[in-house]
Nanobody, 114 residues
Framework: VQLQACGGGLVQSGGSLRLSCRASGINFSINTMNWYRQAPGQERVLVTSITSDHVTTYADSVKGRFTISRDNIRRTMYLEMSSLKPEDAAVYYC?????????WGQGTQVTVSS
């Protein structure tokens, strides 16, 4: 299983970014995919998920600002982030829970300047 995330960067508060995560080695279309984030000194937390049926869930902290989506043909998951706040700054990880274990992408850094 390989998860390749990209799209992070530096953005001003109130700005937008789009993250992508391409998966290989899994039957992408049938798996729930997740985005987690980890800020310095904090635990890694679940931000949003999308099921195979495109049902989405969001942490309260990002509802209305972040949108998760997936393209099963491209085996890619996306995270559209808007109205970014300094507290959104973190390393963002794509994730799939498969065969009783977590698989993680390498993480992509999001920095939000105030």
């Amino acid at each position: 299983v390989q998860l390749q995330a990209c799209g992070g960067g530096l953005v001003q508060s109130g700005g937008s970014l789009r993250l992508s995560c391409r998966a290989s080695g899994i039957n992408f279309s049938i798996n729930t995919m997740n985005w987690y984030r980890q800020a310095p000194g904090q635990e890694r937390v679940l931000v949003t998920s999308i099921t195979s049926d495109h049902v989405t869930t969001y942490a309260d902290s990002v509802k209305g600002r972040f949108t998760i989506s997936r393209d099963n043909i491209r085996r890619t998951m996306y995270l559209e982030m808007s109205s970014l706040k300094p507290e959104d700054a973190a390393v963002y990880y794509c994730n799939v829970f498969l065969r009783s274990r977590h698989y993680w992408g390498q993480g992509t850094q999001v920095t939000v300047s105030s």
